[in-house]
């Protein structure tokens, strides 16, 4: 049985390779809003397709279980690209309560606050607790560290983990791990994981089934993608050394504001939109940071990521979604992401 998935695994490798597309080191922006990115784990390769808004809504249907990532709603920012994010995030809140199918729980992938406040944190806990998934995942970003070293929000949003508040839990044969990679940022802002946390993920993956998927999440992208704005890990290399013999591997982060793809061999990478306002595509602009659209404009380059998981067929679909529909098609004016390579 081993042999024969191992097979199937090849087979799906070289029909990506024969299609005309690099995927080793393969890096896309989606440039266009209103539509979305449904990535479909079958034999432990990511596949991907755009959806259609009719679609959307059924997206969830026959899955064994969905869940939602939300990323960087920055509550507490109130600057010209969004003078009010806490709306945004209750409009993606409000758009988790209304799918079909209540997601098991939602993963937060930190910068949930601006500047580590308790009243940012107050009301960022406030939004959340009208959403229909009462089980929320944490990972900090680097604005809930800004004041203490992340004490505040280990209190809140870390019982149970691990150092810096690393964990792992499991849901339905599906391994989620959550990894810190903003307590020790380096040089440029580049993200790091630690010698202690390498240790603990190597510790956590011994001994489970290479059938076993992995869902890593983390804020800071686990892949170096604009390194000269700090967006990538520094040794991120080493962690997914670990995940290299297991056939199916989702790793989702945040911080970049925009919805970039990578895949590579069996790992497919993703990052969410933010909730509170976008950043330029790298290199398209002197320095990362908020960038201010068009009012009208603000909701389709903020969104949500949802997820759903078949366990018969090992399969895993992304989906992101912009906080509002925009009509446009794949290829069209995106009104603040782009490519990057």
Not at 71 to 92: C, E, M, R, W, Y
């Amino acid at each position: 049985m081993a042999h024969k998935k191992q097979d199937l695994i090849d087979q799906k490798l070289q029909d990506l390779n024969n299609d005309g597309v690099d995927r080793r080191g393969f890096l896309k922006c989606m440039a266009w809003a209103g539509t979305g990115l449904v990535w479909t784990m079958s034999g432990g390769i990511p596949m991907s397709r755009a959806f259609a808004k009719t679609a959307d809504r059924k997206a969830d249907k026959g899955a064994d279980f969905t869940f939602v990532q939300i990323s960087d709603s920055h509550i507490g920012f109130n600057k010209p690209a969004n003078p009010d994010v806490t709306a945004t995030l209750q409009t993606a809140i409000n758009k988790i309560n209304a799918m079909s199918q209540r997601p098991d729980f939602i993963i937060h992938t930190g910068d949930l606050s601006q500047l580590s406040k308790p009243s940012e944190f107050d009301t960022l806990d406030q939004v959340l607790r009208g959403a229909s998934a009462k089980q929320v995942y944490f990972v900090p970003g680097e604005h809930d560290m800004l004041t203490d070293n992340g004490e505040q929000y280990l209190q809140r949003y870390g019982k149970g983990t691990k150092g810096a508040g690393w964990q792992s839990f499991d849901h339905k044969d599906v391994h989620f791990v959550g990894l810190v990679n903003v307590a020790n940022l380096k040089a440029g802002g580049m993200g790091s994981l630690g010698h202690e946390q390498l240790e603990w993920l190597e510790d956590d993956l011994k001994g489970r089934s290479a059938s076993t998927p992995i869902v890593l999440f983390a804020h800071i992208p686990l892949w170096t993608i604009y390194p000269e704005w700090g967006w990538g890990t520094d040794d991120s290399e080493q962690a997914l050394s670990y995940v290299k013999r297991f056939g199916s591997v989702t790793v989702l982060n945040g911080h970049i504001h925009q919805i970039m793809q990578k895949v590579e061999g069996k790992v497919s990478f993703h990052t969410a939109m933010s909730t509170a306002f976008p950043q330029p595509a790298p290199g398209s602009a002197p320095s990362a940071g908020p960038m201010k659209v068009p009012a009208d404009q603000l909701q389709k380059v903020l969104g949500i990521t949802d997820v759903n998981y078949l366990i018969s067929g090992r399969s895993l679909a992304v989906v992101d979604s912009p906080l509002a529909d925009s009509g446009s098609s794949p290829g069209g004016s995106g009104g603040g992401t782009g490519s990057g390579r």
